[in-house]
């Protein structure tokens, strides 16, 4: 089976800090490849300043250049939503792959609001990164509560000896401040400037090799 990190998000946009924590986790835990899935919506964030997917695409192949990580809109395409769908919808489409899905403490601090999020973690391992400013809120996260006793180390998923599921992997990895919302912070229409350029024609998903609108 190839294992396969799946790091999902809005990509408002990519930035160094997704990079940082997908190529340290392709190395901690073994991973065969990482994919991004970038959003098409994400339910629990608004919908106002939501850069369009092409650009949000576009900036997660940029921030991606270079390394084994391949920028997918899949969801886009399955039409799924929530993320249970989409790992389901995956499963059944690539039968060969064994998929881990990648998230910043940040995530895991609201974990208990996605929909169905107990059977997520039936469904697929998931590993944990640290992220500064969040990594004590995500340990008295009420998700963690639940998921604390089926931790494991990063050298079981490395060796493939995970077990039964669910499985919970914390990584410690050097911090990366960047952060996506500090960007737009910065630039609201960061999508619009120069430094994200990019030719919406040209714009090919990586794992389905559509082109992305």
Do not use: C
């Not at 392709?26 to 850069?51: C, F, H, Q, T, Y």
Request: aromatic fraction near 8%; hydrophobic fraction near 45%; proline fraction near 7%.
């Amino acid at each position: 089976m190839i294992l396969t990190g799946l790091l999902g998000g809005s990509f408002n946009p990519a930035h160094r800090g997704h990079r940082h924590i997908s190529l340290a986790a392709i190395e901690a835990l073994g991973l065969d490849d990482m994919w991004w899935m970038v959003s098409p919506g994400n339910p629990l964030k608004p919908r106002e300043g939501m850069a369009p997917l092409a650009a949000r695409f576009g900036s997660a192949l940029r921030a991606a250049e270079g390394t084994p990580i391949k920028v997918t809109a899949i969801e886009e395409e399955l039409g799924t939503l929530y993320t249970l769908e989409t790992l389901d919808a995956l499963i059944a489409r690539f039968p060969d792959r064994q998929f881990l899905w990648l998230m910043g403490a940040d995530n895991l601090s609201q974990f208990h609001l996605w929909k169905q999020w107990q059977d997520i973690a039936r469904t697929v391992p998931i590993a944990v990164a640290g992220r500064p400013g969040y990594d004590e809120q995500a340990h008295q996260a009420e998700a963690m509560s639940w998921l604390r006793r089926f931790v494991l180390t990063a050298d079981q998923v490395r060796n493939r000896t995970m077990g039964s599921l669910p499985a919970l992997v914390l990584l410690q990895l050097p911090p990366d401040p960047t952060s996506a919302t500090a960007i737009r912070a910065a630039d609201p229409d960061w999508h619009e400037s120069t430094d994200y350029s990019f030719n919406p024609k040209s714009l090919r998903d990586q794992v389905t090799q559509r082109l992305v609108t």
